[in-house]
């Protein structure tokens, strides 16, 4: 890699972004201190990605360094975490242009501005293959509170925020893969590279969702995951899937996306189980914070995610979601 070398690299531009946390050790040693809090539990999540894999290869920097901080931000809020600090290893392609670096550690501090985290520590190295990027996230939440995945009942309801699908019919709309007018295409796209996690709902859903996860790796996959760790079955109404102006765009002209929109990753909305005494609080947080939160679906006994159609028949959807080791084409949940 031409231009600054590591320790230079770290300390022009990552150093500056751990000032506000002293137990980042002014990113000069090989490890951070985290404070002891009695009352909280420490919850650590960490997502790599992939250049050709999670991000197109010449997406702009500042905006690869968000994705990165904000699919790890989501798994601590499908925790009920708030997240405080982050790790980062990279591992750059050899010949990465300082302008390059720079624009990625604006696009990173723009976030742990936007978020309140700091960066602690991590590490930088330079590689022949592909741009790899790991970030190690953590956050706080009240002992003994954290949402798991394996905490759904019986005839809980199936939520999910936002809109479904999106991420997907991103990656196609990057692509030039979709035929839409452009401020879907737009929309769609912008989607794909920048996801919202939903960090202040997280934290709000703890005491009401019984279970919970984002969706990274497609809908019907992670809910299998919730489904699984539960030991229960969930069944899904397709029609009350929450989709945006965009993706209904996409559907309409093509009715075979439905399975797209289903199974598709990178969407990073929150996806959990709750009782239906819940649905009150639920809908009033959801207007208090002006996050969309839909009733999808129910658990029950038994085992696996049907999804029925208007008509109430079973949906085949193939594969059911983005899995990396069987996976052929580039572009997935991290």
């Excluded at 992939?50 to 901080?69: E, N, S, T």
């Excluded at 859903?205 to 019907?220: N, R, W």
């Excluded at 598709?264 to 639920?282: C, I, K, N, V």
């Amino acid at each position: 890699m031409s231009g600054p070398d590591e320790f230079q690299v770290i300390a022009q531009l990552f150093a500056p972004l751990a000032q506000s946390f002293p137990g980042a050790l002014g990113l000069t040693d090989d490890a951070a201190l985290l404070p002891p809090d009695a009352l909280a539990e420490t919850v650590v999540t960490v997502d790599a990605m992939v250049a050709g894999v999670h991000f197109l290869p010449d997406d702009p920097p500042d905006l690869v360094a968000r994705k990165l901080v904000r699919v790890n931000l989501s798994d601590l809020a499908a925790k009920g975490a708030l997240p405080f600090a982050v790790l980062l290893a990279a591992a750059f392609p050899h010949g990465t242009s300082q302008d390059w670096l720079e624009r990625f550690a604006h696009g990173l501090g723009q976030d742990i501005t936007e978020f309140g985290i700091a960066l602690i520590g991590g590490d930088t190295v330079a590689t022949p293959g592909p741009l790899t990027l790991s970030l190690t996230a953590m956050g706080k939440v009240a002992a003994g509170r954290a949402i798991l995945r394996s905490g759904a009942q019986a005839g809980d309801m199936v939520w999910v925020s936002g809109t479904i699908g999106d991420g997907a019919l991103g990656l196609r709309a990057a692509r030039g893969q979709l035929s839409l007018p452009p401020e879907h295409i737009a929309a769609l796209a912008d989607r794909y590279r920048l996801p919202r996690p939903r960090v202040s709902l997280g934290p709000c859903l703890v005491g009401l969702a019984s279970a919970g996860m984002d969706v990274s790796d497609g809908l019907v996959q992670d809910l299998g995951h919730l489904c699984r760790a539960s030991h229960l079955a969930a069944i899904i109404d397709a029609a009350a899937v929450p989709l945006s102006p965009a993706a209904r765009a996409a559907l309409d002209l093509d009715q075979s996306l439905l399975a797209t929109l289903l199974t598709g990753g990178d969407d990073y909305e929150l996806l959990f189980a709750a009782p239906s005494s819940a649905t009150a609080p639920l809908l009033e947080l959801a207007e208090r914070l002006g996050v969309p939160l839909t009733a999808i679906g129910r658990m029950e006994a038994g085992s696996g995610v049907t999804v029925h159609d208007a008509s109430g028949r079973a949906l085949s959807l193939g594969q059911g979601g983005w899995r990396h080791f069987s996976a052929t084409i580039s572009g997935a949940g991290a």
